[in-house]
Antibody
């Protein structure tokens, strides 16, 4: 059974960098049948996909247009985890952030079948 | 990007009743790449249905999904107390994957 455990600060100052980590158990960040997503949820924006990383002979990264100039999602194979960095944050980035897995095996894809517990990140001075 | 519209925002129903939750897409979703999630307060979303009508592992059979192209429906045949929650549709046909704004099923 896959488990995702998020960690990172709950308070970030404006203009600074939001950093979160998602530790994986029961799967590998390098699995060729999985992809690793970050989402956020706020009352004003609802559930919003931010970006992902996945390995298919090489590493790929995809980002939402709304944050692509500020976001990095990176794997860490030594610790079997992946991370989110969001630069130059403003109060509008205040949200609950989630990591999640996409799983495609034997031709069937299970969208976001496992999620982290969520981290409330508040952007405030 | 594909916009998903869920209306009504809230359904007030009693336990044992049938719930019908619609989801309309701004453009056709090929291969029925439409999923339904349940979210309870303080929890992450939980995958219930994928490919529009396939129940995920552990999803009770009182939950069913139907529809194609731009119109999809989640049906809960008989509401149990634990089913009162918010339900989101999600399309994963193209990037960015997007969610509807959710339908809250509350106890009448």
């Amino acid at each position: 059974q896959v488990q995702l455990q998020q960690s990172g600060p709950g308070l970030v100052k404006p203009s600074q960098t939001l950093s979160l980590t998602c530790a994986i158990s029961g799967d590998s960040v390098s699995s060729i049948s999985s992809a690793w997503d970050w989402f956020r949820q706020s009352p004003s924006r609802g559930l919003e996909w931010l970006g992902r990383t996945y390995y298919r002979s090489k590493w790929y990264h995809e980002y939402a247009v709304s944050v692509e100039s500020r976001i990095t999602v990176n794997p860490d194979t030594s610790k079997n985890q992946f991370s989110l960095q969001l630069n130059s944050v403003t109060p509008e980035d205040t949200a609950v952030y989630f990591c999640a897995r996409d799983n495609c095996a034997t031709g069937v894809c299970y969208p976001n079948d496992s999620w982290g517990q969520g981290t409330l990140v508040t952007v405030s001075s | 990007e594909i916009v998903l519209t869920q209306s009504p925002g809230t359904l007030s129903l009693s336990p044992g009743e049938r719930a019908t939750l619609p989801c309309r897409a701004s453009q056709s979703i090929s291969n029925n790449r439409l999923a339904w999630f349940q979210q309870k307060p303080g929890q992450a979303p939980r995958l219930l249905i994928y490919d529009a009508s396939t129940r995920a592992t552990g999803t009770p059979d009182r939950f069913s999904g139907s529809g194609s192209e731009t119109d999809f429906t989640l049906t809960i045949s008989r509401l149990e107390p634990e089913d009162f929650a918010v339900y989101y549709c999600q399309q994963y046909y193209n990037s960015p994957r997007t969610f509807g704004q959710g339908t809250r099923v509350e106890i009448k």
